[in-house]
DNA sequence: CGGAATGTTGAAGCCCTTCAAATCCTGTGG
DNA sequence: CCACAGGATTTGAAGGGCTTCAACATTCCG
C-alpha cells in the first residue's frame, strides 16, 4: 500500500547547495524558477515554493499513500516533517481521554509536524483524504540546510508562521461566530485553499463526515447538519444529487456576505 | 513613559558572535550558562536560554513599558520580533469590525511577532501588563545570525513550535470544555507559566478584566464572572480581601481533576 | 438484499447570553 | 480626608442557541 523511493542527497547539500535533482514533474505542476534569484522575479505562490525548494535543496522520501491511508501515526519520537506534494490531508489529535479531534486539513505544498519540534514526539494522527504522495525530510538534515540556504530557513519560517496566523484566525472564528457562521467560514476557507492551488471550487466534495467536521468546529454533528441544511435554505450552498457529501457555491461574495453579516450585524454598519 | 536604550552589536554579530554583553540582572533571574557548550550539560528552562542566546549573539533594542504601555501596535510594517525580558504582555488582536480579542498572555522568554513574518504586517496591539523590559530584534538581522549559529536557529524553531503546540491546546479547550471548566484551564496555564519561570503562584493576580478573559476564552463577562464565583464557592479558588482580581488556590491537583472530569465524566472512568 | 455507517430532523432541556440592576473598587478633585 | 463619578464586578431573570436523546432516512458495501 505504501511505495518508497529514497532520494539521497545530503552529501550534495554538505560540499555546497547542490545540484538540482531532476524534476519530477507531477500532473500540472507548471513552471519553476531556474535559480534562486529568479523566485523574486516571479511571484509564485508560496506554497509552490517550498516544493521547489524542497525538490532542489533537500533530501525527502517520497511516499504514495492511498484514501484513509496512516501518514503519521501518534506517539512515535519525531524525526520527520512532512510535506504534501500531491492529495489532501487531515491531522487528528487525541486528547488524553481517547477523544478525537480534527485540528488540521492539508493541501499541496503544506508542511506537517512543525509543533513536534518543541515535544519530541508526533501528537497527532495524519490521515490521507486522498491518493497523496508525501515528501518526508528528516529534521536534523533540514536544519542543516536551512542553515546553509537562506532561502529554504525563510521559506520554512514562513510556513511556520503561516500556521501561527491561521491557527489564530480559527480560535478567531471560534470564539465569536456562532454555528451557522463557523461553517460557513469553514467552507469559505477551503474553498480558498483549494482555489490558491488552482484546484476545482464548482463542486466541492467533503471528505469528512459530519462528526469530524463538528470536532474541527467545535460542535455536535447535529448541529454541523442543521447549519448545513440551512445554509442550503438560504441558498448559500445547494447540494448534488450525488449525496449530502457534494456541493456547490453559487456565490462566494453572498457566503462571505453572511459570516460578515454575523460579525457585526448590518444595522450597525449605517451608522458609521 | 518609554525609555530607550539601544545597544549596537550589529558589527560584531557579521565579524563572529560577538563578546557576551554585560548582564542586564533583573531581579533574581538566577545564573546562566557560560558557553554554548554548557547549555547541554544544564539543561535550564528554554525560556532562560532564548534569552541568554539573544544576548550573547544578537543585536537588540532594549526598551522600558511601564503598565498598560503600547509594546507594539497592529498595522504598522513588520521589521522586528520582540522578547520579553522581564514583566507580562498581552496581545490583542483586532478584528475587521474593530471588535478586540485577546489572543496571548506572555511572560518572559516568549517571543512576540511570529505570525507577522507571513503577513508582513504587525496585525495585534501588545501592551504591558506590568513594568515590562522588551528586547525588540530587527528581522534580518535574526535571520542571518540564526543561518550562523545553529544554537540559535533551534531556539527559534522551538520557540515558534511551541507556540504551535499550545495554540493547538488552546483550540482543544475552547471546542470541548464548558464555561466552568475553560476558566480553570486558564487559572491552570497561566500558573504553570508562573511556575516554569520561578514566579510566586501562591498568590495569583488577573491583570485582565473580566471582559479580557471573556474574549480571550470564547464567552461573555457575565460567564467568566459566574464560573469564577462558582469555583470559588467549589472550593477550588479563594478571593483575597484586596480584591476580586486576586485568588489563591487552595490546591492545584483538585483544580485541574476538576477540568480533567469534565473532559471525560467520572462514571465512564469505572467502565474501563 | 440487508446491515452498518452516515446523515437528517424533531422535541426537550440545559448552558450560555442578553438585559438589567445593584455593589464594589479606584482614582480624582474639593 | 472624604465625596463622588465612572468603571469593573456580581448577581438575577428571561430568552435563545446548542446539545442531547431519539427516530427515521439515506448511502455504502459486503
Not at 79 to 84: A, E, V
Not at 145 to 169: I, T
Not at 214 to 243: A, N, P, Q
Request: charged share 20%.
Amino acid at each position: 500500500m505504501i511505495e518508497l523511493a529514497v532520494m539521497t542527497g545530503a552529501g550534495a547539500v554538505k560540499s555546497g547547495y547542490g545540484v538540482p535533482k531532476r524534476m519530477h514533474n507531477g500532473s500540472g505542476c507548471g513552471p519553476r524558477p531556474d535559480s534562486p534569484a529568479a523566485m523574486h522575479l516571479r511571484p509564485e505562490p508560496r506554497w509552490r515554493e517550498s516544493l521547489g525548494l524542497v525538490e532542489r535543496y533537500l533530501p525527502f522520501e517520497r511516499r504514495l499513500v492511498h484514501t484513509d491511508g496512516v501518514v503519521q501515526i501518534a506517539g512515535v519520537a519525531f524525526t520527520s516533517l512532512h510535506i504534501i506534494k500531491v492529495g489532501a490531508v487531515k491531522t487528528v489529535a487525541l486528547s488524553a481521554s481517547g477523544r478525537e479531534q480534527v485540528v488540521g486539513l492539508h493541501l499541496p505544498g503544506e508542511w506537517i509536524g512543525f509543533e513536534c519540534i518543541a515535544t519530541g514526539l508526533h501528537g497527532c494522527n495524519v490521515y490521507a483524504m486522498d491518493t497523496c504522495e508525501i515528501w518526508s525530510l528528516r529534521y536534523d538534515a533540514l536544519i542543516r540546510v536551512a542553515a546553509a540556504v537562506p532561502v529554504v530557513q525563510q521559506a520554512l519560517w514562513h510556513a511556520m508562521s503561516c500556521q501561527l496566523a491561521r491557527d489564530r484566525e480559527w480560535r478567531f472564528s471560534l470564539c465569536t461566530l456562532p454555528a451557522d457562521a463557523r461553517v460557513a467560514e469553514f467552507v469559505l476557507t477551503w474553498m480558498a485553499s483549494l482555489s490558491a492551488r488552482d484546484l476545482r471550487t464548482d463542486q466541492i466534495t467533503l471528505r469528512l463526515t459530519r462528526a469530524e467536521i463538528g470536532t474541527y468546529l467545535g460542535m455536535t454533528l447535529e448541529t454541523v447538519s442543521r447549519s448545513f441544511s440551512h445554509l442550503e435554505r438560504c441558498g448559500l450552498i445547494r447540494f448534488e444529487d450525488k449525496g449530502r457529501r457534494y456541493f456547490a457555491v453559487p456565490s462566494l461574495a453572498a457566503l462571505s456576505e453572511f459570516v460578515r453579516n454575523t460579525v457585526d450585524p448590518p444595522e450597525r454598519k449605517t451608522l458609521q
